[in-house]
């Protein structure tokens, strides 16, 4: 089965709101974690990232918490905007004797209201 | 700096036919990863590779699939006697993997096969 999911299969909010799209994971070996922005009809893009030894890290408007105890990651996307419309993975970097994978959740379907 | 290319766009394919997914990683990258990601769900990881090297197939059905990275030139994700179930979009995604578990993999633009 997978190892990542999320809480929440969509989400709607209103342009300027705050947006917080949840996920959790239960390998607690991982130690590298990825939030990935997906748009109709394109590949996933990297948004940001957060090693295990870290439980919070901002970029621009974005910020990734990793809660390490309960085994569950938060993106939050400040002052959404229209633009921010589209479905965002999680994805925990497995790895195995040697190899590494990507395993992904079902996704979070954003959408922002005008 | 070019990101991960991926061609065709869009493949269709009748049922038996052949097809042929062709990845050419970022400029400095050696490592390609392919995953497979059907309609409303999430990718899933099919084959890992190296330059020359199979390094996790673990992802990847034992037939009719078949994955390779040659020495020069792009990485290519074979289909053999395609089937209706094979009708998904293809992602290759590219790392530098500098340090283990910790390299970020960017992804291509995807091939998405119908098979009709």
């Known amino acids: 089965g997978e190892n990542v999911g999320l809480h929440l299969p969509t989400l709607s909010v209103q342009e300027g709101d705050n947006s917080i799209i949840n996920c959790a994971y239960s390998n607690s070996a991982s130690d590298y974690f990825i939030w990935y922005k997906q748009e109709s009809g394109k590949g996933p893009q990297f948004i940001i990232d957060?090693?295990?030894?870290?439980d919070k890290r901002q970029g621009q408007r974005v910020t990734v918490l990793l809660n390490k105890t309960v085994k569950h990651l938060s993106l939050q996307i400040a002052a959404t905007q229209p633009g921010d419309s589209a479905v965002y993975f999680c994805a925990e970097n497995l790895t195995q004797g040697g190899s590494e994978k990507l395993v992904f959740g079902k996704g979070t379907k954003l959408t922002v209201n005008p | 700096n070019a990101g991960v290319m991926q061609n065709p766009r869009h493949l269709v394919r009748r049922r038996g036919q052949e097809a042929r997914l062709r990845c050419s990683p970022m400029k400095g990258h050696s490592h390609v990863y392919w995953y497979r990601q059907l309609p409303e769900e999430g990718l899933k990881f099919m084959v890992y590779?190296?330059?020359?090297?199979?390094?996790?197939e673990s992802g990847m059905p034992k037939e009719r699939f078949s994955a390779e990275f040659p020495k020069e030139g792009p990485s290519i994700l074979r289909i053999q006697q395609v089937v209706r179930g094979d009708s998904a979009a293809y992602f290759c995604?590219?790392?530098?993997?500098?340090?283990?578990?910790?390299?970020?993999?960017?992804f291509g633009p995807g091939t998405r096969l119908t098979v009709l």
């Open positions: 957060i090693r295990s030894n870290m």
């Open positions: 590779l190296q330059k020359e090297n199979i390094i996790d």
């Open positions: 995604a590219s790392s530098p993997r500098v340090a283990a578990s910790t390299d970020t993999q960017y």
